[in-house]
């Protein structure tokens, strides 16, 4: 099992580029059903990501294809942005 916490310490890969997306700022739990639904992460460094969501991305946890030591690998490609 893994931490909340911990996830946002990891980097966020895309599997298709190898860019670096940023780290996870957010993660959207469905309570309900009691499952992770996805990551949000910040299109850019900024002070004023903090003000506006239009620069933040969704990732649905479907993109997610491997959570490993240091990085989170996504299929970027697959986002709902």
Same mark, same amino acid.
């Given at each position: 099992? =893994?931490?909340? /916490?911990?996830?946002? !310490?990891? %980097?966020?890969?895309? =599997?298709?580029?190898?860019?670096?997306?940023?780290?996870? $700022? !957010? @993660?959207?739990?469905?309570?309900? +059903?009691?499952?992770? +639904?996805? $990551?949000? @992460?910040? #299109?850019?460094? /900024?002070?004023?990501?903090?003000?506006? #969501? !239009?620069?933040?991305?969704?990732?649905?946890?479907? /993109?997610?294809?491997?959570?490993?030591?240091?990085?989170?690998?996504? %299929?970027?490609? %697959?986002? +709902?942005?």
């Amino acid at each position: 099992m =893994i931490k909340a /916490s911990e996830l946002r !310490d990891k %980097d966020v890969i895309d =599997i298709n580029t190898g860019e670096k997306l940023g780290n996870i $700022i !957010d @993660i959207e739990v469905n309570l309900e +059903e009691g499952r992770v +639904e996805g $990551i949000v @992460i910040p #299109k850019e460094t /900024s002070f004023f990501r903090f003000f506006n #969501k !239009d620069i933040e991305i969704y990732l649905p946890w479907e /993109s997610i294809k491997k959570i490993g030591t240091d990085v989170i690998l996504v %299929d970027f490609k %697959d986002r +709902e942005a």
